[in-house]
């Protein structure tokens, strides 16, 4: 069965600095999407980026970087020079093999302090 | 990019009535939308998977009688709550997506039920 963990529930970070928000996944399947995506308060559901298991290279959106390591199983954001509007709720997801269905992680808090 | 609606935004309601929250594709035809439920502070739950023209896949433990989907068209999906109670009080998030491109759902902006 597919799996995702986030084991961060919130983290701080100094406006301007970079953050790694943590996400690990498990699956039997050799072929599977990984997402993150950001939630503010309001709740809407942004996507930010994402990686497929057979890209070759990490996958970069602007400020954001998923540092993929196949073997570890692990799928972390990194967010470079952060933002006051960075302060959000972060969700690490993952599609498995070629259907729809995707499972969330608990998800973790992000503070930006100025 | 695409976007994708919802109506209402918010609904309160009192407990025994049925609510209908309205899921639209705005500029794209979504073969395929999902229905997640989302508690404070708690991570996203997929409740059921809906194709256009078909019955909708429900997640375990989910009760299809209470919540109806119907996927009539390509751009609109709508989760009924059924003599809802307090305990449905929920934040219900739509997203959709398309065959051709499984790498993105696009969500709508949510709704929020509290049952009175």
């Known amino acids: 069965a597919q799996k995702i963990t986030q084991t961060q529930p919130g983290m701080f970070v100094q406006e301007k600095e970079a953050v790694t928000l943590d996400c690990t996944y498990d699956t039997s399947d050799p072929s599977y999407g990984l997402f993150w995506y950001k939630q503010p308060s309001s709740g809407e559901m942004i996507f930010l980026i994402y990686q497929g298991s057979y890209d070759q290279q990490n996958a970069t959106e602007g400020r954001y970087s998923l540092n993929f390591q196949k073997a570890r199983k692990s799928a972390n954001l990194v967010i470079s020079a952060s933002q006051l509007g960075d302060s959000a709720m972060y969700f690490c997801a993952m599609r498995e093999g070629r259907g729809f269905k995707t499972i969330f992680g608990a998800g973790t808090r992000l503070f930006v302090k100025a | 990019g695409a976007v994708v609606s919802q109506h209402p935004s918010w609904v309160i309601c009192k407990s025994g009535t049925s609510v209908k929250i309205e899921c639209r594709s705005l500029?794209?035809?979504?073969?395929?939308m999902f229905w997640y439920r989302q508690f404070p502070k708690q991570s996203l739950m997929l409740m059921a998977t809906s194709n256009e023209g078909s019955k909708a896949t429900y997640e375990q433990g989910v009760e299809k009688d209470k919540f109806l989907i119907n996927h009539a068209s390509l751009t609109l999906s709508t989760l009924t709550v059924t003599s809802a109670h307090p305990e449905d009080s929920s934040f219900y998030i739509c997203?959709?997506?398309?065959?051709?491109?499984?790498?993105?759902?696009?969500f709508g902006p949510g709704t929020r039920l509290t049952v009175l």
């Open positions: 500029d794209f035809q979504a073969t395929t």
């Open positions: 997203s959709a997506s398309w065959e051709g491109n499984k790498d993105t759902q696009y």
